[in-house]
């Protein structure tokens, strides 16, 4: 059964805190992708990565940075934590490099108080 | 940046009864997508449609394209209370099929 796993379903951070989300896959895929979830906004791009150690913007970048040191995981960073990055945060992963009929990981929901 | 609008963003039914969910845009798509999010989970693909005017059925599921490929329905036939859940579209277009997720419609199906 194909997996992508998210390292914790629930955080809770302080403001102005580091805060590292952790993404694997298990099918050997080149392309990765974190969204953010809010209400009545839907899914928002914030990175993506099509290959180890390349990244590129999505749609919503600012306040996030990402790593991909290896294919199987793609990490997300919140590099000083405030209380509007408080959110469900999505990772998935594709076949396809603009993210089509991907997979998700479960979600991590994140508040930052 | 390409909307992709849900409508009904909310929907309460009783279990049995038929309901249809629409997902529209001003833009074209090369391909859609429909997901269903449970409570606490991320999105599980349901289907692709990618021809206009193509239908698909999952079972009691029915997924239609536009004829132009700028908007989709998603038909429910005696609805179960396993449907319950988040229903998204997402729609892919450009040179590397970037995918724009719709807002989402919010099912709940009552026993």
């Known amino acids: 059964d194909v997996k992508v796993t998210q390292s914790s379903r629930y955080l809770v951070k302080r403001t102005g805190e580091k805060v590292f989300l952790e993404c694997v896959q298990d099918m050997d895929h080149e392309n990765m992708f974190w969204y953010r979830q809010d209400p009545g906004l839907g899914l928002r791009l914030i990175y993506f990565?099509?290959?180890?150690?390349?990244?590129e913007k999505g749609d919503i970048p600012e306040g996030y940075s990402v790593s991909r040191e290896k294919k199987e995981r793609f990490s997300l960073i919140l590099e000083s934590a405030s209380t509007n990055q408080t959110s469900m945060y999505l990772c998935?992963?594709?076949?396809?490099?603009?993210?089509?009929?991907?997979?998700f990981g479960q979600g991590t929901r994140l508040t930052v108080v | 940046t390409q909307l992709l609008e849900q409508s009904p963003q909310f929907l309460s039914i009783q279990e049995g009864e038929n309901l249809t969910v629409y997902c529209n845009s001003s833009s074209v798509f090369s391909s859609l997508q429909w997901y269903r999010q449970e409570p606490g989970e991320g999105p599980v693909l349901l289907v692709t449609v990618v021809t206009g005017g193509e239908v698909k059925k999952l079972k009691r599921l029915t997924f239609q394209f536009g004829d132009a490929r700028k908007d989709s329905s998603l038909h429910i036939t005696a609805a179960q209370t396993g449907d319950t859940g988040l229903y998204l579209c997402a729609g892919a277009s450009g040179g590397y099929q970037k995918v724009t997720f719709g807002t989402g419609t919010k099912l709940q199906v009552i026993p």
């Open positions: 990565s099509y290959d180890v150690k390349m990244k």
């Open positions: 998935a992963s594709s076949l396809h490099r603009g993210g089509t009929e991907a997979f």
